[in-house]
């Protein structure tokens, strides 16, 4: 049975006054695809590993912090005027044997990972530090032995002391374009705990993942990674980004986000936009599965193309225009055409959904928002005071990023999201008192944020 492709338009406003000048308008478009009976399509999935030092030092679980505390060998300290732990004398050997190392969980993640691929599905790993090197080079997940042997190589390799991301980068995009089928979804997950040296250079492979529609998924683990650069990588190339508190959930992350993948029944899923003369496309917005504002795509003859990447059944996106309409006498006018393609699994365009957005202008009429669009907006107001505020923090404008924390916090209660309005509010109150945001809480507010418009 073929892939069923759906678009479904929803307008913050049907009706503009006539001849009223320009007007703001909203514009979402929910897109999904499904099809009850058809097999996913086939995966090639690029594990893209940091294996710098930081990587292979043993981190203490909760089980163990508690007993360091018990044994009063942790202690709270105060730390530029915040509290941290500190642990006096070292961990003793009874205990250390206990703790595992990043690279470890990685290494456990992985085989656990490739039992649950098909036969049909492909697995490669590159590790990188200075250098990166392919450890497993598009394997077959069932030779469960050679594959063992490999990612040994994760904990027990030397791969120098630095962090270069983009080397690696390069080479995954390589070996995925070099052995890629129309019928494979292609897929990156990054791993790191850290920061990578080559930020600029990272960005700009990320557009090139974008325009070969291989979404980048981000994994950060701790506190100490560049959060924005691993947003950017996922945003710009369609994929996930996620944030790892604790180096043993990394098995039960990667799980999940191997699954997802496996789940695709469409790829090189694209958005075909056409405006109307007059209409400007001021700000896109992807809104699900999570927040970010997306680069506006160049228009030829008032047309562009929005990529949308691979596409997973019982799973739909959305995105969000803000558009800018020009004034109209009265009567009813055609202001957007949206097309929604994609390929099936086996690589063959399917037909295409499209909606039209028209809308009418009437002498004196009154502008009011759909309540449909109205919660979206809302929560969309509220991602941009709190990514604003933590970027005027991070250049100095306490004043400023404080005033806009607190009201994100009023947006939030109103919301009804009363966790997230107590962690921004704690984020505002330390920032008033101290003049900078802690890097963990930073991080965290960033993630969660994200996730205010993600109704799945």
């Known amino acids: 049975m073929a892939v069923d492709l759906h678009l479904n338009l929803i307008t913050s406003t049907s009706t503009l006054p006539a001849r009223a000048g320009v007007r703001l308008l909203y514009v979402l478009l929910e897109t999904s695809a499904s099809s009850p009976q058809i097999q996913p399509a086939p995966l090639h999935c690029c594990l893209v590993v940091d294996c710098s030092p930081s990587m292979r030092v043993p981190v203490a679980d909760e089980t ?27 961990i003793p050997a009874d205990l250390k044997g206990r703790a595992h190392s990043p690279s470890r969980w990685v290494i456990q993640a992985v085989g656990g990972a490739a039992e649950r691929l098909e036969p049909r599905d492909r697995l490669s790993i590159i590790a990188f530090a200075d250098a990166a090197q392919p450890v497993v080079n598009h394997h077959t997940p069932s030779a469960g032995s050679t594959l063992r042997s490999a990612i040994a190589q994760l904990e027990r390799g030397d791969f120098g002391q630095h962090t270069r991301l983009a080397p690696a980068l390069q080479l995954a995009l390589d070996l995925l374009q070099s052995n890629h089928t129309p019928a494979r979804s292609d897929r990156v997950l990054v791993l790191t705990d850290g920061f990578v040296e080559d930020e600029a250079a990272c960005l700009e492979l990320a557009g090139r993942f974008g325009a070969a529609q291989i979404p980048i998924s981000t994994l950060g ?4 990674f560049q959060e924005q650069l691993l947003l950017a990588l996922a945003d710009h190339s369609g994929g996930n980004a996620l944030l790892l508190r604790d180096p043993q959930s990394i098995p039960g992350i990667l799980q999940r986000e191997l699954g997802r993948a496996s789940r695709v029944i469409a790829n090189r899923a694209r958005l075909d936009l056409r405006l109307a003369q007059g209409v400007e496309l001021r700000r896109i917005y992807r809104v699900r599965p999570a927040l970010a504002e997306l680069s506006r795509p160049p228009l030829v003859n008032r047309a562009g193309q929005v990529p949308l990447g691979a596409l997973e059944r019982h799973s739909g996106g959305a995105i969000l225009l803000e558009l800018l309409a020009p004034p109209h006498p009265d009567g009813e006018f055609r202001l957007l055409r949206a097309s929604f393609s994609a390929d099936d699994p086996d690589g063959v365009a399917l037909p295409p959904a499209s909606r039209e957005l028209v809308v009418r202008y009437a002498t004196g009429a009154v502008e009011t928002i759909d309540p449909a669009l109205q919660p979206l907006i809302e ?19 306490t004043a400023g990023a404080t005033l806009q924390l607190q009201a994100a916090v009023t947006r939030l209660i109103d919301l009804g999201e009363h966790e997230l309005a107590a962690q921004t509010a704690a984020t505002a109150d330390q920032l008033a008192a101290t003049g900078s945001v802690e890097p963990g809480q930073a991080k965290a507010l960033r993630y969660a944020t994200r996730r205010l418009t993600d109704d799945g």
């Open 64 to 90: 163990m912090f508690r007993e360091l505390m018990r044994r009063g060998l942790a202690n709270e300290v105060m730390l530029d005027g915040l509290p941290v732990w500190q642990i006096s004398g070292g």
């Open 221 to 224: 683990l701790g506190i100490e």
């Open 379 to 397: 929560r969309l107001a509220a991602w941009r005071l709190q990514t604003q505020a933590l970027a005027a923090a991070a250049q100095g404008d």
